[in-house]
């Protein structure tokens, strides 16, 4: 059976963070003016994440981005909360105060949509937040400053900080509220500030215990995240994070009516070399085929441990033709890598989709059902389905694939 081209991959010395980092970056500014599929900080593995100071690890924003949709319902009944308490306190307080929180809803309403397009999400979140604190604090300098009803809600926006970003986000933030109603306290009341500062006190005492309450459930979740999302071994995202990112690859490629492929590779006989060799060796291969496909895939195309030794490529923009010449490239790479100095291959399975079509598990059982033609065909070797529904997936070495 015909083995198709061999490219050989030459060994060299891993690039260090700093590197790679500024080659992905480029990468991404290329495929941005070339109009291919925007990549997302989510996708590149954890020892190529270039954080900052809100989302330090690629943990932090994926955890940051995935619960804006989740806690949405929960911000708009809290705002709604918000508005018809000062509503009810409006014969107390002045219309003012509503004319200001008014504003809040504006943000709220379009912060998920811009979320989804938005190269720096935290900012955003950051930014949000902020706003609404600024918003409460205005409200409470207009409606009596510390004798004003609405001084306790200065909490929400920072216990919302807290459930969101690490400690010393948080620490920042709750300085900037303390800062905040210090300022509120002066232009709102002067005197009380100066007689009796008890209220702001109480509010400042509230702010340091979320501090210590808020963060180690932070931390405890941040760790199981860790576990769960990210290959320890590989460092490449697994099955947890890869249904998320796949809806927002399918909503993208359904606007822009645009295919996209699914590559499934599987190497071949790893029980018998994790046998042979130990574990530690199959550890080392699969590390080292791991770094090899980040190495020579494209940055819109997105890598996932889903198994043992199973990895998965979805290939945002790709039909079945340019699906196969990813999957031919690949196969032919980790065979001419030799990862840990072993004469490793694989077997790949390629299914693509248009439109509607373009759902995970048709396109994973498809891409599954070519994997096993090609394991039957003699291994090393790429397999394809021509359409999901086909039960007779065809080998690409002996047919020309067919579509988009």
Known sequence: MSQGPQLAVPQETPPTPLRTARRRASSRRRDAAQGRPRVSRRDVPEGEYVGGWLCPTKVDLVRLVDMSPAVRRARLFAGAFCGIGVLVMVPWIGWWPLAVFGLAPVPLLGLDRLLRHAERPERLIAGSLCLHATLILVGTGLSGGLHSPLLPWVAIPVLTAAARFRLPVFL??????????????????????????????????????????????????????????????????????????????????????????????????FKGLNDEYGHACGDAVLKDVAYVLRKELRSFELLYRVGGEELLLVLPGAGLRPGCDVAEHVRASIEGSKPAGLPVTVSVGVSSALGDEIEFGPMFEAADRALYEAKRGGRNCVAYVPTLSSDRPLLAAEVTPLGV
């Not at 008890?198 to 931390?219: D, E, H, K, R, W």
């Not at 990210?230 to 990112?245: H, I, S, Y």
């Open 172 to 269: 920042v933030g709750a300085l900037l509220a303390t800062v905040g109603l210090v300022v509120v306290a002066v232009v709102g009341s002067p005197h009380v500030l100066e007689h009796n500062p008890t209220s702001l006190i109480g509010v400042i005492v509230v702010l340091g215990a979320l501090v210590v309450a808020q963060q180690p459930v932070l931390n405890a979740e941040l760790r199981w995240r860790r576990d769960a999302v990210l290959d320890p071994l590989t460092g490449l995202l697994n099955r947890q994070g890869l249904q998320g990112r796949f809806r927002e690859v399918a909503e993208q490629a359904r606007l822009t009516d645009a295919p996209v492929s699914l590559v499934m590779c599987d190497l071949d006989g």
